[in-house]
């Protein structure tokens, strides 16, 4: 699935796509709300929640959407390394 393919389909798709096939990268949390970082088939989706209800879901190529050129340590069962961009 491409990222314009993505960006069409329903908030409980989104969810599901997430839930089922996305790597979860890191969380922070902006002011009042918590936004999750996840990688999906190429592209990165940040996950906007307050008071546990998702906000938004905003999928992007690349940019600043998060930290700034910084390399972050995945926690996962892989060990790898991503870039954050």
Known sequence: MKIH???RLN???KE????????FLENYRDKESIVCVYYLNGFFVEVVTINNRIIDILPYK???STIKNSI???QNKNGGYCIAA
Do not use: S
């Not at 599901?16 to 790597?23: S, T």
């Open 62 to 64: 690349r940019g600043y």
């Open 16 to 23: 599901e796509m997430i839930k089922n096939y996305a790597l």
């Open 11 to 13: 908030p409980k798709e």
């Open 72 to 74: 972050c340590p995945l």
């Open 5 to 7: 393919e993505y960006a």
